[in-house]
Nanobody, 129 residues
Framework: QVQLVESGGGLVQAGGSLRLSCAAS????????MGWFRQAPGKEREFVSA????????HYADSVKGRFTISRDNAKNTVYLQMNSLKPEDTAVYYC??????????????????????WGQGTQVTVSS
């Protein structure tokens, strides 16, 4: 089992920045694919970004590409999501997630919620206009 705890959410004005952190405990963190999904009110949970255990493979949703940056520090068992140029449409609960395995065999799998095995409780991000 892997336990995930997110932090860093909050209220920010449009154009501002936030940095989310996800601390992992339990099974060996560094051997997991890690990702971020988000869910806005009345909408389904959607993919935001993911990173393989080595950091060599990274994916972003088109809606955040160029504005968000995912990274990980395996020594600290932590994954980060740096969010810049935030927009009101980025408002959502952001969930950290982990999958057993160092990477996925196909790029499309990184975007699929069903591929991930562990989820955090989420952290609220609110962007005001």
């Amino acid at each position: 089992q892997v336990q995930l705890v997110e932090s860093g959410g909050g209220l920010v004005q449009a154009g501002g920045s936030l940095r989310l952190s996800c601390a992992a405990s339990g099974r060996t963190f560094s051997r997991n694919v890690m990702g971020w999904f988000r869910q806005a009110p009345g909408k389904e949970r959607e993919f935001v970004s993911a990173i393989s255990w080595s950091g060599a493979t990274i994916h972003y949703a088109d809606s955040v590409k160029g504005r968000f940056t995912i990274s990980r520090d395996n020594a600290k068992n932590t994954v980060y999501l740096q969010m810049n140029s935030l927009k009101p449409e980025d408002t959502a609960v952001y969930y950290c997630t982990a999958a057993d395995g160092t990477s996925f065999s196909g790029s499309a799998y990184y975007y699929s919620r069903s591929r991930y095995d562990y989820w955090g409780q989420g952290t609220q991000v609110t962007v005001s206009s």
